[in-house]
């Protein structure tokens, strides 16, 4: 009996060993650290974000110091997490006050394992990076910049050191600064359609590598320009006409007048959308020269910034601006391109139809809407008054015409400007 109560004793104990030591030894790994930034300049404002990452037991402790030469400063210290396996903590350097020049970020963090003795599992991470909290300087070389509601202006300007941005910000429109080869950047601009002049506020801006903002002012002339008002008759022989057109896009219409409403107004927003998102990959150099050509021989029809009022049987069912020029010429005209660029878009384009963009660099495209036919691919260079398809009335269109709109960064503009020779070399050109 002794024996068997020794052996059971015996057995308890490897038994108890065995779990201490599996528990000892499960956690043997140290957290994961990441850094955003990792390295590189930083700003007076930069954030930093820290992820620590331990999936065993969870991080215990976490350190961020700061050191540059002899002076180090804690920046972030904590034991307080809401997931103690994946800790996501922004923090800043403010506190530190250093000088511009090199500084080493340090973490340090520490698991709750009981490996060590109850110590834990440590991870020490550094990264180096270059202060900079000088910001930079923006000298504007153009000196008159005259614009009108919808017309374009242009800055040139120079910055004394390398940006990661810079560029015109009119409200919620941001129209990008293009370096050029000899180191002045361009920056066109709009005053746009919609935006009363009360309102219109052009901020110049330039950021640096290390996230540093300089803003400034410019001298300008406003130019205000009204618009017209128009009134569109929508028949149902034009909603039956054009509406089966739009019905994989809005199949749950109760009718054709709804489902127009959804066209002009939901879908206008999107191809608008659209437009802002190619203007932003615009080539950094001008691919124009000169005037822009006009659809020959044709009539206008309708003018940039007409206001419309669209009827349905005698009443007032939608408003909508019109943001091109409308061109009308013989059926099927050949399409010149107004300008010699590089083609960003072809296909049907919503309330536009059949469509094609090209970019003419710097934040400037033209779009010929409402094509029959398209003659030309996506990435094909083309050359001013080489056809590029034919007129037609695809999308919203009520007969064959060329709808020939001009857009600034995703922003339509007056086409009418860049017909005129005179226009574009005392804006445009001069400053080039």
Not at 152 to 171: F, K, L, P, Q
């Amino acid at each position: 009996m002794k024996k068997i109560v020794s052996l059971s004793i015996v057995l308890f104990l490897v038994a108890a060993l065995g779990i201490s030591a599996l528990f000892y030894f499960k956690d043997m790994q140290e957290p994961e650290l990441a850094l955003t930034p990792n390295g590189g300049f930083l700003g007076a404002e930069t954030v930093f974000t820290l992820e620590a990452n331990d999936l065993g037991t969870g991080i215990r402790t976490l350190t961020v110091t700061a050191r540059q030469g002899d002076k180090t400063v804690t920046l972030l210290s904590t034991d307080t997490f809401e997931d103690p396996t994946h800790a996501v903590l922004n923090f800043t350097h403010s506190q530190a006050k250093f000088r511009n020049g090199q500084v080493v970020v340090t973490v340090d963090a520490t698991d709750r394992s009981i490996y060590g003795f109850g110590a834990g599992n440590t991870a020490s991470k550094s990264w180096t990076f270059e202060l900079d909290t000088k910001k930079p300087m923006i000298s504007v070389l153009s000196t008159q910049h005259n614009v009108s509601r919808g017309g374009v202006g242009c800055v040139a300007y120079t910055v004394n050191e390398d940006v990661s941005e810079s560029g015109i910000r009119v409200g919620e429109e941001f129209f990008r600064g293009y370096k050029q080869a000899n180191g002045q950047f361009l920056c066109f601009f709009t005053f746009p359609h919609y935006m009363e002049e009360k309102d219109f506020a052009p901020m110049l801006f330039a950021t640096d590598l290390a996230g540093n903002t300089r803003k400034g002012s410019f001298y300008y002339h406003l130019i205000n320009k009204p618009f017209r008002h128009d009134t569109i008759n929508l028949s149902d022989g034009f909603l039956n006409a054009k509406m089966p057109q739009f019905e994989d896009d809005y199949p749950d219409a109760a009718n054709q007048l709804e489902r127009y409403l959804l066209v002009n107004r939901e879908l206008r927003v999107k191809n608008r959308a659209a437009m802002h998102e190619l203007g932003a990959k615009s080539e950094s150099r001008p691919l124009w020269q000169g005037r822009f050509e006009r659809l020959p021989n044709a009539a206008n029809r309708a003018q940039f910034g007409d206001h419309r009022t669209y009827l349905y049987n005698g009443q007032e069912v939608d408003q909508q601006t019109h943001l091109g020029i409308d061109l009308a010429s013989v059926q099927n005209a050949p399409i010149p391109a107004a300008n010699s660029g590089k083609v960003v878009f072809t296909g049907f384009f919503g309330i536009y139809g059949e469509t094609v963009v090209i970019d003419h660099g710097c934040g400037l495209m033209t779009l010929y809407a409402h094509m029959n036919e398209i003659s030309v691919n996506v990435g094909d260079m083309v050359e001013k008054s080489q056809i590029i398809g034919n007129t037609g009335a695809t999308g919203l269109a009520g007969g064959d015409h060329l709808h020939y709109g001009v857009f600034l960064s995703g922003v339509p503009v007056n086409p009418i400007e860049w017909w005129d020779a005179t226009w574009i070399k005392n804006n445009i050109t001069s400053r080039m």
